[in-house]
């Protein structure tokens, strides 16, 4: 073979391998957008890597933020149908009478998340505009090298006068602030939310 017919064969496979590496990264990129689930109060299926539970009840129960900062946060309201869906999920230290649950849960592939105290960076907002913080500490489900952190949050279901902040109008907001240099993630559930089991 001569210099001519070497060279246009390496420019060839140079430009084949270039086309195929850019057809499956713009796949991979198609992928990952589609697993974004929508942003504020919208229902939102739970990510790959996420410790969510999975099933119907806990689709309708779960919030995600946009994944600013390559930093996706997702809650679920924990109700007792949503626990009997996934019987792997890890049972939150919770007495459901007196309070709400939350399965928060973080990933990301470029920021360390090990950092952050979650109960300590996270607020409830109820209907009323009262913020309640979590009470006592962040129950850990999962936590792998700082990349796919998720556990409970519990806070008071009593608000202002005895009241049920997950009944009524309106809507509770839980606000996740400072991760990923983002100053606060609003996920937001409308009101009335499923009732406390008996």
């Not at 001569?2 to 060839?12: M, R």
């Not at 839980?174 to 939310?193: N, S």
Request: without cysteine.
């Amino acid at each position: 073979m001569n210099k001519t017919t070497v060279l246009i064969v390496i420019l060839i496979t140079v430009l084949a391998a270039s086309w195929v590496a850019l057809s499956i990264g713009g796949r991979q990129n198609q992928t990952l957008d589609q697993a974004q689930p929508p942003g504020n109060g919208e229902p939102a299926a739970p990510l790959p890597n996420a410790a969510t539970p999975q099933g119907g009840a806990s689709a309708k129960l779960t919030r995600s933020d946009k994944g600013e900062g390559n930093v996706n946060i997702s809650a679920t309201f924990i109700t007792g149908e949503v626990l009997e869906e996934d019987p792997s999920l890890t049972k939150p230290d919770y007495n459901p009478q007196n309070e709400v649950a939350f399965l928060v849960a973080m990933n990301t592939h470029m920021v360390d998340l090990a950092g952050y105290k979650i109960e300590e960076i996270t607020v409830l907002k109820d209907a009323g505009g009262n913020e309640h913080k979590p009470e006592g500490r962040w129950q850990s489900v999962q936590d792998e090298a700082g990349h796919h952190r998720s556990g409970y949050l519990k806070f008071k279901r009593a608000g202002a006068g005895g009241k049920d902040i997950t009944q009524g109008e309106g809507s509770l907001t839980l606000t996740v602030k400072g991760v990923a240099d983002i100053a606060r993630r609003d996920l937001v559930w409308e009101l009335p939310l499923p009732a406390a089991e008996k």
